[in-house]
Structures are given as C-alpha cells and as structure tokens.
C-alpha cells in the first residue's frame, strides 16, 4: 500500500481535505508525490482527490466573498477561517452562540435549525464545509 491511501481514507471522511489542500498548496516538501509504491490506480485516485479537493476550496472561498459584508466596523470583520468554521456545522447555536454572532456581524449568513443560511442576493454553490482537521 502507498502513502497516498490515507489521502483517499481521509476524502472519503471529510468533505473538504484540509490536510491535502496545505500539503498541495503551502510547503511542498509535504507534497503528495509518486512513489515507488504507487500503481496506476493510485495515480487516477490522487488526481480526481486533488482535483475535488482544489475545485471544493475554490467553492468555499468563493462564497466567502459572496456572503461578506461591504463597509462594516473594523471590529466586526470575519476571516477565511471563522467562515469555514461557522459553515462547518460543527459548532454547538448555544455553547458558541457569541461566535456565531460575530460571524454573522460580518457575513451575510444565519443559522437556522443549524444550518447555514445564505442571506445575500447571490446564489452561492454547494459545497459540504465538513473540514479536515489539521494535524500538526
């Protein structure tokens, strides 16, 4: 077995790999290369894997900037990554309730029975945000 099946364990879990979308994108000496292990299967299985993973990440960026407010308090700003979590859907309405509000401060987002509603006029894409936790 190649180094690559935890990559398709972990797509298979997760909706968004987190983990492969930093090794693909930020230092490549993490980067996910053919080995002397690898087969042809494992190839096609990593290229529709990074293709997934990258096509999923332009989705939630996107709507990223769909869902932000124009013009709003300094104070009152949302990152990438506060999105992501607020989208996730692993955040608790009552336990977290001041983070889901500062969230919505900024962003053009609700949270009704749990889930993520988009508020702003635009249509945003699907995409599942169950993220990847990263393992450092």
């Known amino acids: 077995m190649c180094d690559h099946q ?7 879990k997760f909706d968004f790999n987190r983990g492969l979308f930093e090794d693909l994108t930020g230092d490549l000496e993490h980067f ?3 080995k ?3 087969t ?12 997934k993973t990258l096509r999923d990440f ?5 709507n990223y900037f769909k869902d932000a407010k124009i013009g ?3 104070k009152d700003e949302c990152d990438g990554v506060n999105y992501f979590l607020y989208c996730s859907g692993e955040l608790d309405d009552e336990r977290d309730h001041e983070f889901l ?16 509603v988009h508020l702003n006029n635009q249509e945003n894409d699907n995409v599942n945000y169950n993220l990847q936790p990263i393992k450092k």
């Open 32 to 34: 996910p290369g053919i």
């Open 40 to 51: 042809e299967d494992c190839k096609k299985m990593m290229i529709e894997i990074v293709e």
């Open 6 to 12: 935890g990559h398709y364990e972990c797509s298979k």
């Open 58 to 62: 332009t989705t939630i960026a996107t």
């Open 72 to 74: 709003i308090k300094r």
């Open 101 to 116: 509000e500062d969230v919505e401060k900024a962003m053009n987002v609700k949270r009704i029975n749990g889930k993520v």
């Open 36 to 38: 002397k292990e690898c």
